[in-house]
């Protein structure tokens, strides 16, 4: 386990706010232990940091309620969604309160003819794909996990589909905030674009619960392709594969997902999934448009795959066959912790310019053998992304040293090559040194923005810059 | 002219700052009066506000330390592109030095794998785009005016090609950034998404200068695309051409430009650029893609206007008959105050949820004749964004206040349909109050943000939210 530092605990605060939480909220307000220990739970090695209560708010002013109780009494306040993040967002290292949005799960509005819709921050991505998909709309941003909408605009998650569509800074619209005093903002309006003042929607993407908690989200939708098709095909190398990718990437092709499996990984889930792909590099790959231009993708990615050596390229005959393909990378995570089993899977997370893709791989896995350390690796590589999954056996001290060793490493490598030590995960508490490296003088700019806009450091603290 | 208030100026500080600059940069500091109205001058009617001195760095560092020595003193520094904004942007209200950012113009590396570029601010978009043109790549983004890309930025710029490439704050990468106290931070490496703490890159981008100075920039490229079409067709009416791109939107047709111009501003751009174009609501329409895409991008939307009514859908025949088109349209500031001679046009600015454009269009050309005023209409309106161009006697103080009437009208009517008061143009000083109309309380938010990055208020005060 990673340990990080249990920051001061305000007692007398986080004891009185107990108290009037537990009288405004009723049922809808829980210390129970096991639930507690729920809310700090993240899809991690970081340790749990279980807040001391989870309150439930049912609607808007129920969240500004509880950050003015908070506020007034300077207790923590942090946000959860569905807990599948990774680098330790949801803990709670000074205690105070989660703030669970899972019962704010409305769909507010679909406006059809704007191809944008408004939601309350515990919709799942798949509870609104399928809310959607009687309008021919789909969202298109797919982070793996049925994560909540309102988590992933706070991670600035993405995922397969990003190389096409964006990451959720490309794909939400507008938000309303509940500040740190308990003020509702709304940081746009629905207007495709704006130029209207400091861009508040894209400083609270990616802010992690610690500049405001989002209890709205008005995102843009895309109409659901009028085809589809789904294509693998494997390669001699990792470096081969990482070419063809660049060369579509150069090529403008309009590529919707292209997603990279190392030789460990291809082996994890041809076991997990049942398949009998070729165990080498492989790519999976999907492609959106009209009939004509899907197949004219397929054709243009074909020759490309000809061209550095690749081959067994196969479209994908039928939707069925497609979505097994997909479920199975979906499915990628759970997959390789049956590689080694009794470890616990830790996902690294970096993204490098795509021209220094193939290296950055290449060096990884040869940094995996050195440190004698088991690592499959999958990417969202045509944005250069990609994420090693360590399997580590938690009881051997050693070996965890490796794996720590190992992640920042990479971290280091990344940052080295002009790239950031995380491309969809975020910082959190796991990847607060790294930022540093990272960015160094912009992270006094960001320290400057949390104080002015959290002067107490009740939003979410100990999270992404300290203060 | 519209006067906005002089604010109180540091007297003793800025003589100060100008004898240190003077001695410090020598010819590269100006402070003869035309050169300083140059650079209060704005394509706009606000008043001109000159600064005090105009200095012209080299570099960086130079720019660093110009930020420093008026920071010593608390003096206003105010950067400055091509002086192509329209809302007061580079006017100096409380006096100081504009910091001309124009000699900063080298292409510091194109990093063609990678589809980016690296440029310093005083680059203009089409120097940018003739040294990419050898490389087979551009960077799609085209206000209109010849603007510098660090201006461009700084305003958060779209214009024609919006609607299919995304305004400058999808294509910017990120940002190196002078802050109020002369440090010098890089806002993200260049990997193509990331998840590292606070998206400094998108609040800076739409900053107006207000919270640092862009000294550098790295952008997204797209590559030339195999296949450019363009074409143009009439409708019976401003509602049937909304309809029409309405239609193209939702059907995810990937449009590069559809640009609306009314019947009057066709009238003005056929006199001004000798075409014969039908006097009736004209879309101007580009297709980017493969020769295939392209044409069946062009039959989609074919089809489409015949199912609205429209007539005389025309594809160009030859480049040379689609540069024409465009040159047109990039005209069409200029054609309309033709229109009426001896007049200034003053153009207006909303954005609109898609499904609302052809009502705002339509009850804008109603209230131009309750008031009236003579004001063609031309919008990106793929986004839902249009323009007024306001063709106002400026010795006549009765129609000058109906012109301020409609704009803010317009700017009342559009925020009331969900819309902002700029699509594109930016803030400055002309759109302050409207941005409190349209944002209330975020707006309290931008103020702590701008008081905590530039806590003496020297830059480029008196813009966006006054502090």
Chains 1, 2 share one sequence.
């Not at 909540?148 to 619209?173: F, L, P, Q, W």
């Not at 209207?196 to 929607?201: E, K, M, S």
């Not at 040293?401 to 790239?419: C, H, Q």
Request: charged share 20%.
């Amino acid at each position: 386990m990673v340990h990080t530092t249990a920051l001061p605990r305000n007692e007398t605060g986080i004891e009185t706010v107990l108290g009037i939480l537990k009288q405004r909220f009723g049922e809808k307000f829980q210390t129970g232990q096991s639930i507690r220990e729920q809310h700090g739970h993240t899809t991690t090695w970081i340790v749990n940091q279980a807040p001391d209560g989870v309150v439930y708010p049912q609607d808007t002013d129920d969240v500004s309620q509880i950050v003015r109780i908070c506020a007034a009494h300077k207790v923590p306040v942090i946000p959860f969604g569905t807990g599948t993040s990774l680098e330790g967002h949801v803990n709670a290292p000074a205690g105070g309160i989660s703030v669970d949005l899972s019962e704010m799960n409305r769909i507010l509005a679909v406006h059809a003819e704007d191809l944008d819709v408004v939601v309350q921050p515990g919709v799942t991505r798949e509870d609104l794909n399928t809310h959607l998909r009687d309008r021919g709309l789909f969202f298109p941003i797919d982070p793996g996990a049925n994560a909540s909408i309102g988590g992933m605009a706070a991670t600035r998650a993405s995922g397969t589909n990003a190389v096409r569509y964006g990451t959720m800074k490309d794909n939400v619209i507008g938000l309303e905030v509940v500040t740190a005093d308990g003020t509702v903002m709304r940081t746009a309006n629905r207007a495709k674009k704006s130029s209207a003042g400091y861009d508040l929607t894209r400083l609270m993407v990616g802010s992690e619960g610690t500049l405001g908690l989002i209890t709205e989200i008005t995102l843009r939708l895309q109409g659901i392709p009028e085809a589809i098709s789904a294509a693998r095909c494997s390669f001699p190398s990792v470096d081969a594969a990482c070419q063809a990718t660049m060369m579509a990437i150069q090529y403008g092709l309009p590529v919707a997902r292209i997603e990279l499996l190392d030789v460990l990984s291809v082996r994890a889930i041809n076991t997990y999934s049942k398949l009998d792909l070729p165990e080498e590099p492989l790519l999976l790959l999907e492609f959106h448009g009209s009939e004509a231009s899907v197949a004219e993708q397929a054709e243009t990615f074909r020759a490309i795959v000809e061209e550095v050596g690749g081959s067994g390229y196969r479209a994908a005959a039928t939707t069925e066959e497609r979505n097994r393909l997909w479920q199975a990378r979906h499915d990628a995570y759970w997959a390789m912790q049956t590689l080694r089993p009794g470890t616990q899977a830790f996902a690294t997370d970096v993204c490098v310019p795509i021209s220094r893709l193939a290296e950055c791989v290449t060096a990884s896995q040869a940094k995996l053998a050195e440190l004698e350390l088991i690592g499959p690796i999958a990417g969202h590589v045509g944005d250069g992304n990609f994420h090693t999954a360590l399997l580590v056996d938690m009881d051997d001290a050693q070996e965890r040293a490796r794996a720590d060793a190992f992640t920042g490493w990479l971290a280091d490598l990344a940052i080295s090559m002009d790239g950031t030590c995380t491309g969809e995960h975020g910082i959190g508490q796991g990847k607060m040194p790294y930022l540093e490296k990272e960015l160094g003088p912009a992270t006094v700019t960001m320290r400057a923005i949390k104080r002015a806009m959290d002067p107490h450091n009740i939003l979410n603290p100990g999270k992404i810059v300290a203060v």
